[in-house]
C-alpha cells in the first residue's frame, strides 16, 4: 500500500460551522425525487407536492343523528299545542348516522324528538328547519381541495384525511440514501470477542437511527480497515449509489487517519476543521458532485458533526427547515470555562431544585459515550466568549421533554451501587419520577444541598475527632439551613485486593510496604478520609503510598483498577470487589446517610423516596448484593 503518500496532516483548520455548513448545502443543491406510496405507509413521511381531494366528503348528504328524514316544509305548522302526524314514506323515512338522504328530503329530526304512533305514522310537535343535522356533501372534505401543501410531514390523521379524499397512493419525497462508512482498523463487531486495543463499532448504529429519524434511508457498511485502497474503494462505491456519504474516524492528525488525502485525491475538500468544540476534525469534500461527510471517530464529537452537517443536508434534500430544539433558561451551578474563537457544546444536567432549574456540566471529555445518554440539554457558549460564571442564568437546549426534567430527583454525594436499585424502585412504583445522579463524593454532595442544587446527598464522613458519621459536618457546613439527615445504610468498607490477596495486604503499613499500587478516590470522598484517617492513624505519610495521586471517582472505578493488576489495591466497599470478582478485606463499618433539604424530605416526591427505601422489595434487592444492612424504621435527624 502506498501509504507514504499520505503524510499526516498535523494543522486544521478553524472554520466557523455556519461558513462550512452554507459551502456543503450550496455545493449539494439536492432536490426531492419523488416516489408514491400507499397511504397506509406514508406516516412521517413528507410530501413533494400538493395533494389534491379526488373526492367530497361526505360525497353525499349525510345524516348526522340517528331519526327521520323530513321535508322541512312539511313540518312547519307542528306546534306543542299542535302535534303534526307524518306518514312514513311520502313524508319522512327512518335513518341512521351516516345513512344518505333520500332526495326528496332535507332535514333530519332526532329520534329522540320524535313520538311514534304507530307502524306508518310519527307525531312531532317542533318544525325542522332546513339542512337541519345534515352533513352536506363537502362538509369535511370538497373534491378539488388542496389537502396538503408540499413539505409536510404526514401524521396518523393526515393519513385518514388521504384515504377519506380516496387517495391511496401519496407522493412523497424520497428518503435520501445516506451511506454510513465506519473505519479503523481497531474496530471489530460487538458480537466479537474483545482483546486489548479493540473497540466495539458502535458509532454506524447510532448514525444510521439518527438518519432515520430525521427521514433519511441509512446503509450502514461493514468496517473498512485503514488502508487507504480500501477506503478509496469504499467512498467510490458510496458515491455511486447514494445521496450522502458519511465516513468516519480517522479525520485527525493520527498516523493512520488517510481520509482527507484520499477525498482531496478523489475530488474536493472544502473543510479540514472546524471552530468547534468538541467535533473540531471535521472533513466536508465532494466526490463526484456527491457531499461526503468526515465525522471525527470519538462519539460525542461523532454524533454533533452528524448533527451540524448532515441533517441539514437531509433536510435541503427533503426541502424541509431544520427542526430546532425547545430551549430552557436556567443557572448555572458551576463556572464554565470555554474556548475563545471556538463555539463550545457542554452537556449539561439540569435539576429542578427549589423551584429553579439549576445546570451543570457533564464531563467535557468527546469519548465518553455515557454523557450523551445523560444529557438534559446542551450549552452552545458562542465563539466570542470565554464562558460563564457559576450563579449566570443561560439558555440551554433540550435534549429531554421538560417534565421528565422537572420530575427528576436529583442525587449528589457519594456513590453507592443500592441508589441504582432505589432508581429502579422508585421507577417500577412511579414511572413518571427518576432519579438523576452525579457521583462527586461527600463533600460536593453536602456543597450541592447548601448550594441548592440537588435534592439528596450520600454521604458517609467521618470525624475523625468524635469518630461518628455525618452529623458533625452538617451541622457545621449547613449551619442554619433546613435539612434532615436520614439513616439510610451501614455498610463495610474495606481493602479490594486481587484474588488471594498476594500481597498480604491488611493495613495501611502493609500498603505500604509491599509497595502495592494504590488506586485512590478523590479529595472530599468519604473512603477517602477514611484512607487519610488510616494514614495518620499509623503514622504512614501520603508519599510512602504508591499511586496516591491517582484518583478515582467512584467504587467500582477503584475495583476495575484492582481487577487484572496482581500488584494493585484499593479502598472500597464490599459489593464492588464482589462486582469484579475480588478479595475482600475488612477495614470499618459506616453509616451511609442522605441528606436533604426539609423541604424535599417532607415533599411528595421525598416521601417517596422514604416509602421505597422502607419497601420490602428495596430491602429484599439490597440484601442479594450482601454486605449492606439498611437501617429499619430509621428516625430522620432533623439538624
Ligand atoms: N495530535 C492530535 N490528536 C488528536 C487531535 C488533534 O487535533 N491532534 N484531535 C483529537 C480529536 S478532537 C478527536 S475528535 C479525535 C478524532 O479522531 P479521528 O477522527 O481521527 O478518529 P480515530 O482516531 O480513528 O478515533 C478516535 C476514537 O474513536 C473511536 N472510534 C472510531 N470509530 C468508531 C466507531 N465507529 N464506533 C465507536 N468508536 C469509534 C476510536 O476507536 C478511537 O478511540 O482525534 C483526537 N486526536
Ligand atoms: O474535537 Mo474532538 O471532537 O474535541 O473531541
Redesign the pocket.
Known sequence: MDEKRYQRK?Y?EDKPRGEAVNEILEAASLSPKTEFIPTSEALGRITSEPVFAKVSMPHFHASAMDGVAVNAEDTYEAHEQRPLHLSKGEQFVYVDTGNAIPQQFNAVIMIENVQILDDETIEIIEPATPWQHIRPIGEDIVQEEMLFPQGHRLRPADLGALLAAQITEVPVAKKPLVTII???S??IQAESSLTSGK??????TVFANYIKEWGGEPDLKA?VR?EPENIKKALLDAVEVSDIVVI???????S??YTVHIIAELGTVFTHGVAT?????VILGQINGKIVV??????V??YLALEWFVRPLVCQYLQIPVPKRQTLEVKLGRRIVSTMGAEDFVRMNIGYVNGQFIANPLTRA??VTMSLVRADGLLVVSPDLLGYEQGDTVEIELLRPLEEIRNSIVFSGSHDLTIDLLSSQLKRQRNDMRIVSSHVGSMAGVMAIRKGEAHVAGIHLLDPETKEYNVSYVKKLLAGQEVVLYPFLKRTQGWIVPKGNPLKVNDVAGLAEAQAEYANRQKGAGTRILFDLLLKEQRISPEQINGYDREMFSHLSVAAEVKGNEKAAGLGIYPAAKAMNLDFIPVADESYDLLMTKAFFESEQGRWLVSIIQSEAFKIEVDKIGGYAVASDAEPIYI
Open positions: 498535523i486544521l465506519p473505519t479503523g481497531e474496530l473497540i466495539i463499532e458502535f458509532n454506524g468496517i485503514d468516519n474516524a480517522g479525520s485527525s492528525a493520527g493512520k487517519d468544540r468538541p467535533g473540531k476534525p468526515g465525522v471525527p471517530g470519538y462519539p464529537s461523532a468527546a469519548g
